[in-house]
């Protein structure tokens, strides 16, 4: 069915479309669209699962895992602050390996208070043992969700889905939001490998020494790491059944034969491509969308630049003391490449400031210095705010 819809709504009809049998989750802005839409989809009657109403995002957290150990689909979304307080559970829902399906409405994290878009917060729990899908626009946003109840189910790893805050979730657009059936042919009803059931006694989240946590860990990390499988397949058998993809690992725009290429993350890949339709037609330039952050598609990425001179990494996220995180990552990626582009970090956005058409031209100058730029801050204005208490 193509409708406008806004992006919190459809996502939240993408969800309840996956039949999930608990929904836990706390107010925050720019999030609470989605769950206040599953809400009223279940008073129509449209819906038919329990929403649960907690007094904050620790407690949702909590909700959702012990709901899904239990042998139910479950849910949660967050943004922001929501995200620091729930990042104790979230380390516990991936260590002990529950599937879940978290959609994150990315949200700049305070002080100073901000409730605008950027990365920081799925960033502050990037390690959390979660796969982490990026989504460019409301269309990939639908596609990615339904793609995560499978892609956790089927690798028994939570599943985060980020969404620009306010770009995406406040955003009206027309989007083909995918039928009962087709989505039932996708995804098949809800298993968990290690239910607890009082007929049949184990634990989850037992306590593991010193003799053994090593290795639990590091089996994490090898099933983050083969979970790229699972996306894949994922995101083929959805193309074969509605005729789109909602990206793979990264999504690729532009000629072969660019040496500059753009890599970024969400919504501002669509500006990207619009600044390089209207502003630089014919401008042999390769644009491209990260869609998968965790586990790092390390060896995607090297095909992606192969032929590239320079390659620019924009990200709406800063590690304060260390720069672009996406831009460390990806020089990481590709350190020891023969023919490697030289790699340029760029930030902006932070905080839900705009990032115009006219940025492209900035982002390609960086391409003309004489050495890699490590980090720069493209929109950063000549006179910042005076520091708290009048440091200098």
């Known amino acids: 069915m193509r409708a406008a819809f806004?992006?919190?709504?459809?996502?939240?009809?993408?969800?309840?479309?996956?039949?999930?049998?608990?929904?836990?989750?706390y107010p925050i802005t720019p999030q609470t669209h989605i769950v206040e839409g599953i809400a009223k989809l279940v008073a129509d009657g449209e819906a038919d699962c329990e929403v649960v109403s907690v007094e904050s995002e620790f407690a949702a957290a909590s909700v959702v895992l012990g709901a899904a150990a239990a042998g139910s689909r479950a849910y949660t979304a967050t943004a922001s602050q929501g995200v620091l307080l729930m990042a104790e559970v979230l380390y516990n829902i991936a260590g002990m390996r529950v599937p879940l399906v978290l959609t994150c409405a990315n949200r700049a994290v305070s002080a100073p208070i901000n409730i605008w878009n950027d990365h920081q917060d799925a960033m502050a729990v990037r390690d959390a043992g979660w796969i982490q899908l990026f989504?460019?626009?409301?269309q990939d946003a639908i596609d990615t969700t339904i793609q995560a109840f499978r892609i956790t189910q089927d690798t028994e790893l939570p599943v985060m889905v980020c969404v620009d805050g306010f770009i995406l979730t406040h955003l009206f657009e027309p989007v083909d939001l995918p039928s009962q059936e087709q989505i039932d042919m996708f995804l098949p009803p809800y298993r968990f490998s290690r239910t607890l059931d009082p007929r049949r006694p184990l634990t989850l989240g037992t306590l593991v020494g010193p003799e053994h946590y090593t290795e639990v860990r590091a089996q994490l990390h090898g099933d983050l790491e083969a979970s790229i499988t699972e996306i894949l397949k994922a995101d083929a058998d959805w193309a074969d059944l509605v005729g789109r993809r909602a990206g793979g690992l990264i999504k690729l725009d532009g000629p072969h034969r660019a040496k500059i290429g753009i890599l970024t993350l969400g919504s501002v890949y669509g500006t990207l491509q619009e600044a390089a339709r209207e502003l630089l037609p014919g401008t042999p330039l390769r644009l491209m969308a990260l869609r998968c952050f965790r586990p790092f598609p390390a060896e995607a990425l090297?095909?992606?630049?192969?032929?590239?001179?320079?390659?620019?990494?924009?990200?709406?996220?800063i590690g304060p003391g260390a720069g672009g995180i996406l831009a460390t990552e990806v020089r990481a990626a590709l350190a020891g490449l023969r023919d490697a582009p030289r790699v340029h970090g760029a930030v902006a956005g932070l905080g839900g400031r705009d990032i115009p058409l006219g940025i492209l031209s900035r982002l390609l100058r960086l391409a003309e210095a004489a050495e890699p730029v490590r980090c720069t801050v493209i929109d950063l204005r000549s006179a910042p705010p005076a520091r708290p208490g009048g440091a200098k």
């Open 6 to 25: 806004e992006g919190s709504q459809a996502i939240a009809r993408a969800v309840v479309r996956c039949r999930p049998q608990v929904v836990a989750a």
């Open 135 to 138: 989504c460019t626009d409301n």
């Open 302 to 317: 090297r095909r992606a630049v192969e032929g590239l001179a320079d390659l620019i990494v924009l990200e709406r996220a």
